[in-house]
Nanobody
Framework: QVQLVESGGGLGQPGGSLRLSCAASGIIFRITGMGWYRQAPGKQRELVATISSGSYTNYADSVKGRFTISRDNGKNTVTLQMNSLKPEDTAVYYC????????????WGQGTQVTVSS
């Protein structure tokens, strides 16, 4: 059973910090990349940050300098450190893992709510 379990969501203050974590299990193929996406009400899901097994990172312009993505390849976990939070960061955040089964296979977590307000 493949599972991606997110944790760390909740209520954050503007200018504050939250840390999201995601642990992948049950994936027998090599995970080549992991990342975070988010979806706000009435909007499409968008990329937040991704990281490869070689630690190459990619960030949305809106979060550069504020968010940091990292991973532990041995544990198949990915973390998103969110600093300097803004109300527009409010969304459901989804964890994604990409595995190599001869082709790219995507797995998604159930999502965790992040709300930034005072």
């Amino acid at each position: 059973q493949v599972q991606l379990v997110e944790s760390g969501g909740g209520l954050g203050q503007p200018g504050g910090s939250l840390r999201l974590s995601c642990a992948a299990s049950g994936i027998i193929f090599r995970i080549t990349g992991m990342g975070w996406y988010r979806q706000a009400p009435g909007k499409q899901r968008e990329l937040v940050a991704t990281i490869s097994s070689g630690s190459y990172t990619n960030y949305a312009d809106s979060v550069k300098g504020r968010f940091t993505i990292s991973r532990d390849n041995g544990k198949n976990t990915v973390t998103l450190q969110m600093n300097s939070l803004k109300p527009e960061d409010t969304a459901v955040y989804y964890c994604k893992a990409v595995a190599n089964a001869g082709w790219a296979v995507e797995y998604w977590g159930q999502g965790t709510q992040v709300t930034v307000s005072s």
